[in-house]
């Protein structure tokens, strides 16, 4: 079956724009996750959806960034006014909600600000 | 402050040999742990995973070990195939809960022919 799918693959950005990044998780997933990661990093939690509320957006780095999952499907990660600093892989992540633990990652979105 | 700690960066073992990864956290309130499997341009991969209240859990090649006093994990693949040679996340996260999971920073294992 169809996995996490995340668009586009790669962005590439001049610092100050605004980007939007996509992802399309497991058909029937509850739960969404956006993470972070750096070069040499591991993932940094960004934000978790249950449904279409955000339920927990502790993770997400400053008011610049901001995501939405209007029909508790896709959701859309929004990044204002772009900083070099955002430059990293953007990763989706969805598991069936309901109390169940593995969370399906995508292939990630590599953000590059220039 | 780092919850999740992967101590070794890389690892190089030689193929039919036993690979161990090592993983500590510090934070007591974690009761589920998970290890991630990354291949370049991919996302993590789930591998196997553990509950506080076991300290093994076996699936194929991968064994995964849980010291709660020692707040110690490790990932046991044995034999090593080539295959194997990617970046291994140690995650951890509270059980029962639809939670963030706090990954470690990866180890690169690397399988020698």
């Known amino acids: 079956g169809a996995g996490v799918s995340q668009t586009p693959s790669n962005k590439v950005t001049e610092k100050g724009k605004y980007v939007e990044l996509r992802c399309d998780p497991i058909?029937?997933?509850?739960?969404l996750y956006w993470y972070r990661q750096s070069l040499g990093q591991g993932p940094e939690f960004l934000i978790y959806?249950?449904?279409?509320?955000?339920?927990?957006d502790s993770g997400l780095p400053n008011d610049r960034f901001f995501a939405v999952r209007p029909e508790g499907s896709v959701s859309t990660l929004k990044i204002q006014r772009t900083e070099r600093g955002d430059s990293a892989v953007y990763l989706c992540a969805s598991s069936p909600g309901r109390d169940q633990e593995t969370q399906y990652f995508g292939p990630g979105t590599r953000l590059l600000v220039l | 402050d780092q919850q999740v700690k992967q101590n070794s960066p890389s690892l190089s073992v030689q193929e039919g040999r036993i690979s161990i990864l090592n993983c500590d956290y510090t934070?007591?309130?974690?009761?589920?742990f998970l290890w991630y499997k990354k291949y370049p341009a991919e996302g993590p991969t789930f591998l196997i995973s553990?509950?506080?209240?076991?300290d093994k859990n076996e699936d194929g090649r991968f064994t995964v070990f849980l010291n709660k006093s020692a707040k110690h994990l490790s990932l046991h693949i044995v034999p090593s195939q080539p295959g194997d040679s990617a970046v291994y996340f140690c995650?951890?996260?509270?059980?029962?809960?639809?939670?963030?999971?706090?990954f470690g920073k990866g180890t690169r294992l690397h399988i020698l022919p």
């Open positions: 934070n007591s309130m974690f009761d589920y």
């Open positions: 995650a951890a996260k509270v059980e029962n809960r639809d939670d963030k999971i706090i």
């Open positions: 058909s029937g997933h509850t739960a």
């Open positions: 959806f249950q449904g279409t509320g955000a339920a927990d």
């Open positions: 553990i509950s506080s209240i076991k």
